[in-house]
């Protein structure tokens, strides 16, 4: 089969291709960066090097293929950030329409059956909405829980304030998943046949803040690592001072709430996986210290 893939040699974007051309499928992968073409080819797959902004680009990239990967990348420059993901969905789904590719794995998120107080995650129920209008195509949405890789952005955090916490309490419950995971899911949708239009969370372990703490703690020699809540004005604050920009950071800011008040979560607790990604917490937390 052959496949295009966005998201260039991301987390999930990478290990997914890896996969596919693994199982002797041809890929190409759509990358903004043409420094990134020898990596790409090492892997063997094929490098479209231009934006998710270019339509005409996109078509060409999707066009003839047995199916698409798409994911809306990350621009924290961006001074509304619902609007440039919408807007790059509206794109994706513009390309989608002049190519005639049939079938769609979107990633999505956990979250994204909310219109609104969500930060970031609001524009991916957009894009959830925008490909539903799209006739005669599959689509297959891919909400995936809280990355684990995330984070690695406490790092310093952790480091310098000997803490780990964000704008929600110690006993708030949260979903993570590994985005190796998440790729495993999408190269086996990808290699499937489905129609319509569905929906498959993605999880790879469920636990607290406080265990989060506890866990990672234990990891990197600090097993009394306390999760602390924040007020809102100093997770915003304290994003900024980490280099965030207002618009990301207030965004953020509100994806917190939306996880304190257990909104975030509840489609997923209604409509859960029926099995676990592989990686679990404690799997990470080794990951986690290596690289602290």
């Known amino acids: 089969m052959n496949f295009t893939i966005t998201g ?22 759509i990358s903004s960066d043409a420094a990134k073409v020898k990596a790409i080819e ?27 990967y798409t ?42 059956h909310l219109d609104g107080g969500t930060g970031p995650i609001s524009g991916l129920h957009d894009v959830e909405q925008t490909y539903s209008k799209l006739d005669g195509v599959a689509v297959k949405h891919l909400r995936p829980a809280f990355f684990y890789v995330n984070f690695y952005g406490n790092v310093d955090m952790i480091k ?26 999408a190269a086996e949708e990808l290699q499937r046949g489905f129609e319509g239009n569905g929906i498959r969370y993605i999880a790879s372990d469920e636990s607290t803040a406080a265990n989060v703490a506890s866990v990672l703690g234990a990891a990197i020699g ?6 602390v809540e924040f007020s ?8 900024m001072q980490a280099g965030l920009p207002e618009p990301m950071a207030k965004s953020y800011v ?30 990470f937390a080794q990951e986690f210290a290596k690289a602290f």
């Open 71 to 112: 994911m809306v990348p990350p621009n924290f420059g961006a001074p509304n950030i619902r609007e440039f993901i919408s807007g790059t969905g509206k794109k994706y789904a513009e390309a989608i329409k002049a190519s005639g590719v049939k079938r769609v794995v979107n990633l999505s998120s956990i979250g994204a």
């Open 232 to 239: 809102d004005a100093d997770a915003l604050q304290g994003m």
């Open 254 to 283: 509100e994806m917190g709430n939306a996880t304190k008040s257990g909104k975030l979560y509840e489609d997923y607790f209604n409509n859960k996986p029926s099995s676990f990604g592989k990686t679990k917490l404690e799997d």
């Open 42 to 68: 090492e892997l063997g797959a094929t490098a479209a090097i231009g934006s998710v902004e270019d339509v005409a680009f996109l078509t060409e990239a999707f066009s003839g293929k047995d199916a698409i």
């Open 222 to 227: 600090k097993p009394e690592l306390p999760w």
């Open 8 to 29: 260039s040699l991301g987390h999930i974007s990478k290990p997914l291709a890896e996969t596919l051309i693994a199982a002797g499928h041809q890929v190409t992968i």
């Open 160 to 185: 310098h304030a000997g803490i780990l916490g964000s704008n929600y309490d110690a006993e708030t419950p949260l979903v993570l998943v590994h985005p190796n995971d998440i790729a495993a899911v």
